[in-house]
């Protein structure tokens, strides 16, 4: 173990953590479309969706705070994206990770294949900072104020903004899956009644919202010594594990010094069923960025044991929440009448199942759970048995409420 340990601690070290510089972004609208025919060479469409068969657009659209996120909009081999006839619904992927993420598997275990072979209306969702979504109306990704947002800017900024965009173009309530950080995002913003109630129901795979018991042993040593803390204090904005540089030295410690598949599950836990076949294809696309202080709000939480804002310490806290402690996002909030379907992992050192018996109690509605055993924080979505253990039961939920109603 202490070799993985060392070289993970040394790549969060070494890889570049953007700090602040000065430059300047252009403006754009706030809403613009690409049409998949015209989607360029390095977009998610053209990548990963349209050469497998299936029509995708890109769209473009701006967050309240300014950030310009991407969207990608599926439908199945035989269906025209603006007639799909099937509930919209929207994946959330993890942190680290984007959009991409769902369709890295086989296309007969992607979700982002299964979904629209099965009449949904896809939407797949990229966060701020990642690849996909690396802009802003006015600043530069050079700047501090770019990489100034955790979780809570992604449920309340970019997971607001996407569900309203979807609702205007389909007048229908949304279904959202989410995975990690996604579920993270949907539970804060599900306790919102202005996004609650345009939210048809959602499916969450390895949920979070309390990360108190996490097991996993790289990140409780990151959290014991306040690696966090570290990073922010030493200036460091981004968490840039994929630069170019960064790149080749991930493939050497990978190839020379450490297994990286015993890293990631150090950080995860022991994953069963992952298609090892995919792997190169996974790090291709995988790490994305995301910002330190993302990372300091989840070691906050697991610190603390709460579901809480970000909390900038007492005098600042006084500043922006008007108390000593920041506010918790209040579970109970999410309606009664929102159906909740959970799928946890026994091997999971991230989803802990004492954390979800919390947020469980905390929620009004009664969730449904699909329990996999053997399943770690990873197999969610590269299983070779994904379509089986999970998607297939997702799918029976999602049909069993009906087509989403309009609004």
């Known amino acids: 173990m202490a070799m993985p340990l060392l070289a993970f601690i040394f790549l969060l070290f070494f890889f570049p953590l953007h700090s602040a510089g000065d430059s300047s972004f ?16 390095k977009s998610l469409c053209s990548q990963l969706v349209l050469p497998a068969g299936y029509p995708c657009a890109e769209h473009k659209i701006q967050t309240k705070d300014g ?9 199945s081999r035989d269906g025209e994206l603006e007639k799909q006839k099937g509930p919209p619904i929207l994946l959330l992927h993890g942190l680290f990770m984007a959009g ?17 072979d ?8 990229n966060v701020r900072g990642t690849r996909w979504s690396y802009g802003h109306s006015s600043l530069s990704e050079d700047e501090k104020e770019f990489w100034n947002w955790s979780w809570e800017e992604l449920a309340l900024y970019d997971l607001a903004e996407m569900i309203n965009y979807i609702n205007s173009l389909t007048n229908k309530k949304i279904y959202i899956v989410g995975h ?65 540089w960064g790149t ?29 076949s995919r792997f190169d294809l996974f ?41 000593r402690v920041p506010p918790e996002f209040d579970l109970s909030r999410i309606p009664e009448s929102l159906p909740l379907w959970m799928a946890y992992g026994g091997n999971d050192e991230l989803s802990d199942w004492t954390d979800l018996e919390n947020t469980i109690k905390k929620v009004k509605s009664v ?17 070779m048995k994904a379509k089986e253990d999970v998607y297939d039961p997702m799918i029976k939920f999602f049909k069993s409420l009906g087509k989403s109603s309009s609004l």
Request: with cysteine; charged share 15%.
């Open 26 to 41: 252009p403006s754009v609208v706030d809403y613009s479309i690409l049409p998949h025919a015209l989607s360029d060479n």
């Open 67 to 75: 950030f310009l996120l991407g969207l990608q909009r599926v439908s």
């Open 100 to 116: 991409d993420g769902w369709f890295l598997n086989s296309a007969r275990q992607s979700l982002g294949f299964i979904l629209p």
């Open 118 to 125: 099965n009449g949904f209306d896809v939407w797949i969702g």
């Open 180 to 244: 990690s950080q996604g579920t993270i995002m949907s539970f804060a913003a599900l306790t919102q009644p202005d996004i609650a109630k345009k939210v048809g129901a959602a499916a969450l795979l390895s949920p979070i919202s309390y990360l108190e018991h996490i097991t996993a042993p790289l990140v409780r040593l990151m959290v014991d010594t306040h690696l966090d803390t570290i990073i922010l204090a030493s200036g460091f904005h981004e968490l840039n594990f994929k630069s170019d």
């Open 248 to 276: 080749v030295l991930l493939d050497n410690l990978c190839d020379r010094l450490v297994n990286c598949i015993n890293i990631l599950s150090s950080i995860t836990g022991e994953n069963c069923c992952l298609n090892r």
């Open 283 to 323: 790090f291709k696309y995988e790490p994305h960025p995301s910002s330190a202080k993302n990372l300091h709000h989840l070691f906050q939480m697991i610190r603390k044991g709460s579901f809480s804002k970000y909390d900038y310490g007492l005098l600042k806290n006084l500043r922006v929440y008007g108390q």
């Open 367 to 383: 969730p449904e759970l699909v329990y996999l055993e053997n399943y770690g924080h990873v197999d969610f979505i590269l299983s």
